[in-house]
């Protein structure tokens, strides 16, 4: 038997799902629809466009204090692993291992591990391929 030890770190609205062993994570942003739009009000200074905008940015800048960024594919857009049930973005992120350089064993148990974590199956993962 074998175990995979993955750190949660939740947000606002965000949720990081890490294995810091090998590198790998995941960033779970919520449905957008139902976001919300920042206060128009004086008393209140909106640092972005939405409640999930200015989320997504105190997350990330949280992450990247602790090692973690998205990872980017060859067209530099932020490679996803899919949506989850309710139709938010699961956006992968990366870290240096812990472990040193991981096999391609070790990497796939680490991404079905994290797959389990956020909810994805096989149908979610292949439709974020083809989008």
Same mark, same amino acid.
């Given at each position: 038997m074998l175990f995979i030890d993955v750190a949660v770190v939740t947000f606002a609205a965000h949720c990081a799902y890490l294995d810091s062993r090998i590198g790998t994570g995941y =960033?779970?942003?919520?449905?957008? %629809?139902? /976001? @919300?739009?920042?206060? *128009? *009000? $004086? #008393?209140? %200074?909106?640092?972005? $466009?939405?409640?999930?905008?200015? /989320? #997504?940015?105190?997350? @990330?800048?949280? =992450? $990247?204090? %602790?090692?973690?960024? @998205? @990872?980017? /594919? %060859?067209?530099g857009d932020v490679e996803q692993a899919g949506r989850t049930a309710d139709g938010g973005a699961v956006l992968c992120l990366y870290g240096e291992p812990a472990a040193g350089e991981p096999c391609l064993e070790s990497l796939s148990r680490s991404l079905t591990a994290l797959d389990i974590a956020v909810g994805l199956d096989d149908r979610r993962r292949r439709a974020a391929q083809t989008s």
């Amino acid at each position: 038997m074998l175990f995979i030890d993955v750190a949660v770190v939740t947000f606002a609205a965000h949720c990081a799902y890490l294995d810091s062993r090998i590198g790998t994570g995941y =960033l779970v942003a919520p449905a957008p %629809e139902s /976001d @919300l739009a920042a206060p *128009t *009000t $004086s #008393l209140v %200074e909106a640092t972005g $466009s939405s409640l999930y905008a200015a /989320d #997504l940015r105190h997350a @990330l800048g949280y =992450l $990247s204090e %602790e090692g973690w960024g @998205l @990872l980017l /594919d %060859e067209n530099g857009d932020v490679e996803q692993a899919g949506r989850t049930a309710d139709g938010g973005a699961v956006l992968c992120l990366y870290g240096e291992p812990a472990a040193g350089e991981p096999c391609l064993e070790s990497l796939s148990r680490s991404l079905t591990a994290l797959d389990i974590a956020v909810g994805l199956d096989d149908r979610r993962r292949r439709a974020a391929q083809t989008s």
